[in-house]
């Protein structure tokens, strides 16, 4: 436990400063650590070993500035790039860390900016101000000690959160009014918990000495403002607990691990095996010559020569192609506000296998209205609910309502609507509105205010509600007990002024509500929970029992006694809530409706279409998943269920043996948390390999932790390519963990937007996203990447076949600047032009799902095509060099260079457009631009062309044959096999 005491005695040195840190580098560092990650890469080491052997004579080859020049370039590119974005990092880091506060001490007010802040200070802070540090709440201005804060930077709720001070260090602050510095010399202290990175609990102790002794009172989370929340008014005055890394957010901000997409992988094995072939060409032009003394320098001189092979520029290529991806889906009017956080992966976007979706606040709004209502025997909709609640509307007195019994339940229900939450109602100039921890219980509240029932004004301490013909009630607040994910229930102990009687309502999910009930109501509540939950409503079980004055009195004698306990606080208190949970009096049943997301249904359906399954991850009933299910088209009218529910560990292993005997193809598999608890601990592999089968899955009553271990199960057992969207703080893991992570930025705030590689603003735009953008990154990357590789082959083949028609001498053919330019201003601009590729518009795309899907099945990077690239290089290659030299015997060596090298550039130039799909205009652009570039060069570069023999007849006439042999037959292959047989895109007639 940490102990902290007001008049300074804490020693603030023993914890670690205030300051916030997100930069990854330092001017000492950045140099070093971007080499070490840029070397990870098999191309730019592989490179690295080429440059640092050209130091070595006997291995030198050419101009050692060829060889240094590309590699300080990707080198210096990334140091800017990384430098920059560190410095845009710094900036944000000074600007909190540099953020003025006022700090309280015996002597007077200080400033202080925020990354002076210790562990013991005592900090005031403003309306709409940041919270410095993680602080135990001393005092308000508000005279209950109450304030509300924001937490959407902390967990992704929107909802303001309420707070209260200590009780005794307010009333303090109210005695003492304008010299609240007599705070920081009381003989008094805190004791809390040391640091855990649980937002949802805290346990502590305040101490003081006063005239009458020792006063204690226990703290909880609602005595505490964590740091990066925001005070929504008021001032308060918190003492520091824990700072920086110790700090809540600091902890929960673990930074998302680096995703890697599987086209790198592939990419980087591809360039392993064309390293593979460099060695064996290079083994072979050796073995040529003969085996001496000196083969060993002969075969790496020969390895340096065909070092083009794998391309140092394909990582400059690759990472300036995402960018362009990135900011292509970003500019996209048809998803606005689409974000690309994660510039590594847009690729991966046509890859998705596995779609992983939350419900409530992506495939629903989040927009909660309360339906239907079930009594003991009747069943309220908001259809009859006017006529249900009409005599509120005639009545002069609520005691006559009183004297019947439907009219007395119906008064209960809306009592404990009207009371059983945590809303604040807020008045503006314009318009009522209110503020709650959940969207369900702002329906609750508005529902009893249009029937009678008006909620006017609320304290920490109290509630009032208006009834008809302006009756007013003040009902004192007791105790409340908050909603949380782990007790799935809320209470709160009310009793009106002078009354004998005090009511406790409880409200709460059937899984928890069910052995609280008395066992007389069990049966219709749970009976009435299934009934609402078919019509795909979220269900609540509304209860109330009355109390005595003296049978609170001894409850609360056993509740304050938990409260102040340090050990095992958190158990003994539940214990004696639970203590009073019980023989509990069913008043009703709620179902309230989440209104779908637009087009859910359609984008559903034509992800399944485009070979995409989809699984849904929800907290909510068996019931109101399935129901979802049916609505969102996730299940269709030719499938059957099949259910996962309340089984042990020792069935379940039985009931997916039971599935595969059934027609797995055409069953929609549900399961519920409990069962896939033991079916993740203990049958994981199984469980998994059965549930892939299915069209989808519905996973129920699943908690956060749930949700991210079926990501990581699915990533373990299967190699499908996984990705999770979801909108609130609950769905951060399951994002980070999936291969891509889709944060919508909804009602429940900004935490899996930004936690997410990309944001959209709705569900429906992951058609776009995925269909269009996805398909078109991949392929785009699929054809650049062969193509770079291709280029680096050719011009090495090229090289090969030179040294074996000049006897195996390791000398090469294009030196100094041809090299350079080649990969360079000679073929990088239409090379790269081919990210403007695509080879159908997006209707034919949106239309036809199929294409996304035949994808799948023939995946665009794969060895087939790698060893096509082969094949196409060593025929090109072998036709340049071969007319060049044999057909068109030419002496001079300068000639001979003119000769194969214009012949390469050209036939580069036209591949492209044998490559590309549909024209660009940018293409063309840049084909022309890319000549008029090499023609302008031969008066620069008299060494290797002689331009007397380069502009004559002699030399067109060579260079055209050539490029027409080495290009135009297999441009006509593939137009002869497109012919034959088309592809999937071909088929449909796009444009």
Not at 366 to 381: A, F, H, V, Y
Not at 762 to 776: K, P, Q, S, V, Y
Not at 947 to 953: E, G, K, P, Q, T
């Amino acid at each position: 436990m940490r102990t902290i005491y007001f008049d300074g005695r804490t020693m603030p040195s023993r914890f670690p400063d205030n300051s916030v840190k997100n930069t990854k580098y330092n001017p000492l560092t950045i140099v070093p650590m971007v080499i070490y990650n840029q070397f990870k890469y098999f191309f730019n080491f592989f490179y690295l070993l080429i440059t640092i052997a050209q130091f070595y004579p006997p291995f030198q080859v050419g101009f050692l500035i060829t060889y240094i020049a590309p590699l300080a370039f990707v080198l210096l590119i990334t140091v800017v790039k990384e430098a920059y974005d560190d410095l845009v990092r710094w900036k944000r880091d000074n600007e909190v860390n540099s953020q003025i506060f006022t700090r309280i001490t015996s002597t007077g007010r200080v400033s202080i900016p925020a990354s002076k802040i210790k562990v013991g200070h005592m900090i005031e802070i403003k309306a709409g101000e940041r919270i410095p540090a993680d602080m135990i709440l001393l005092t308000t201005s508000e005279e209950s000690g109450t304030v509300f804060i924001r937490t959407d930077q902390l967990d992704g709720e929107t909802d303001w959160k309420l707070r209260r001070a200590v009780a005794y260090t307010q009333e303090l602050q109210l005695k003492w009014k304008n010299n609240i510095e007599n705070l920081a010399s009381c003989d008094a202290m805190i004791v809390g918990e040391e640091p855990d990175r649980n937002i949802y609990k805290f346990v502590g102790t305040f101490e003081m000495m006063n005239e009458r002794g020792i006063i204690s009172e226990g703290l909880g989370l609602d005595h505490t403002v964590w740091a990066s929340t925001v005070l929504t008014k008021g001032t308060a005055i918190g003492l520091v607990l824990y700072t920086g890394p110790e700090t809540r957010s600091v902890m929960n901000s673990n930074a998302a691990r680096q995703k890697f997409g599987i086209c790198d992988e592939e990419l980087n094995y591809l360039s392993k095996l064309m390293f593979g072939v460099m060695v064996i060409i290079a083994f072979v032009l050796v073995l040529c010559t003969g085996f001496n003394s000196t083969s060993h320098i002969l075969f790496f001189r020969h390895l340096l020569l065909l070092s083009s092979i794998i391309p140092i520029s394909l990582r400059v290529n690759l990472d300036m192609a995402k960018i362009w991806y990135c900011s292509q889906l970003q500019r996209d009017k048809k998803i606005p506000n689409t974000i690309a956080r994660n510039s590594g992966i847009p690729e991966e976007l046509g890859r998705v296998e596995f779609l992983l979706t939350d419900k409530t606040g992506t495939l629903t709004r989040n927009e909660m209205t309360l339906k239907k209502i079930r009594l003991q025997n009747e069943d309220i909709s908001d259809e009859n609910a006017s006529i249900k609640f009409g005599f509120l509307k005639t009545i002069n007195s609520l005691e006559t309502v009183m004297e019947q019994p439907r009219q007395e339940n119906i008064k209960n229900m809306l009592k404990a609507l009207a009371m059983c939450h945590n809303v604040t109602p807020v008045f503006t100039d314009e318009e009522k509105s209110f503020q709650a921890s959940s969207p369900d219980e702002i329906a609750f509240v508005k529902y009893a205010d249009l029937y009678g029932f008006e909620l006017t004004h609320r304290t920490e301490n109290s509630i009032w509600v208006e009834l008809e013909k302006g009756i007013m009630e003040k009902y004192v607040i007791l105790d409340i007990f908050p909603f949380s994910s782990a007790t799935k229930r809320m209470g709160i102990i009310v009793q009106q002024p002078n009354a004998r009687n005090i009511t406790f309502f409880l409200k709460g999910a059937e899984d928890v509500m069910k052995d609280k009930v008395i066992q007389k109501h069990k049966l219709k509540a749970l009976e009435d929970c299934e009934d609402l939950g078919r019509d795909g409503l979220r269900t609540l079980i509304f209860s109330q029992k009355s109390l005595t004055l003296q049978d609170y009195r001894i409850w609360k004698k056993k509740y304050e006694a938990a409260c102040i306990q340090i050990e095992d606080r958190e158990r003994k208190v539940r214990d004696a809530i639970e203590e009073l949970e019980c023989n509990m009096e069913v008043i009703g049943v709620t179902g309230v409706e989440d209104r779908l997301q637009k087009d859910v249904g359609k984008t559903i359906e034509s992800l399944r279409s485009a070979g995409i399954i989809v699984w849904i991850l929800t907290g909510d009933k068996v019931e109101t998943a399935q129901c979802i299910a049916i609505s969102t088209r996730l299940k269709t009218r030719n499938q059957d269920w099949f259910e996962l529910i309340n089984l042990k560990s020792e069935d379940i292993e039985e009931k997916l043996k039971e599935l595969q005997r059934k027609n797995v193809s055409k069953t929609v598999l549900v399961i519920d948390g409990a069962t896939l608890n033991y079916a993740l601990k203990d049958h994981s592999k199984s469980f998994i390999n059965t549930a892939i089968q299915a069209p989808a899955v519905v996973c129920c009553r699943v908690s956060p932790t749930q949700k991210t271990q079926i990501v990581e199960c699915l990533k373990l057992y299967t190699d499908k390519r996984l990705c999770s969207i979801g909108d609130g703080g609950n769905d951060v893991g399951m994002i980070q963990a999936a291969h891509m992570g889709i944060g919508i930025e909804g009602k429940e705030g900004k935490q899996a937007s930004l936690a997410a590689d990309f944001s959209i603003n709705e569900f429906c735009a992951l058609n776009t996203l995925i269909l269009w953008h996805g398909r078109n990154s991949y392929k785009r990357t699929a054809k650049l990447s062969n193509f770079v590789f291709h280029r680096g082959l050719i011009i090495s083949v090229i090289q090969a076949l030179f040294t074996c028609m000049f006897y195996f001498n390791a000398i090469p053919i294009y030196n100094g600047i041809l090299m350079m330019g080649y990969a360079t201003v000679y073929t990088n601009m239409p090379v790269f032009s081919i990210v403007l590729n695509r080879d159908a518009n997006e209707n034919t795309v949106m239309k036809f799902p199929l294409l996304y899907h035949s994808l799948q099945r023939r995946k665009a990077i794969r060895f087939t095509s790698f060893c096509m690239c082969i094949l196409k290089s060593l025929y090109q290659g072998a036709i340049i060099i071969y007319l060049a030299i044999e057909l068109f015997p030419e002496n001079n060596f300068t000639n001979i260079v003119a000769i194969t090298f214009t012949s390469l550039i050209i036939t580069e130039l036209l591949n492209v457009m044998t490559e590309v799909d549909k024209f660009h205009w940018a293409m063309g652009v840049s084909e022309v631009v890319t000549g008029i570039v090499y023609m302008v060069s031969m008066f620069y570069l008299k060494t290797y062309f002689d331009l007397n023999y380069v502009f004559s007849l002699e030399f067109i006439f060579r260079v055209a044959v050539i490029t027409i042999a080495s290009w135009l037959p297999l441009h006509l292959a593939k137009k002869f096999i497109s012919y034959i047989d088309p592809a999937d895109y071909e088929k449909v007639n796009p444009e």
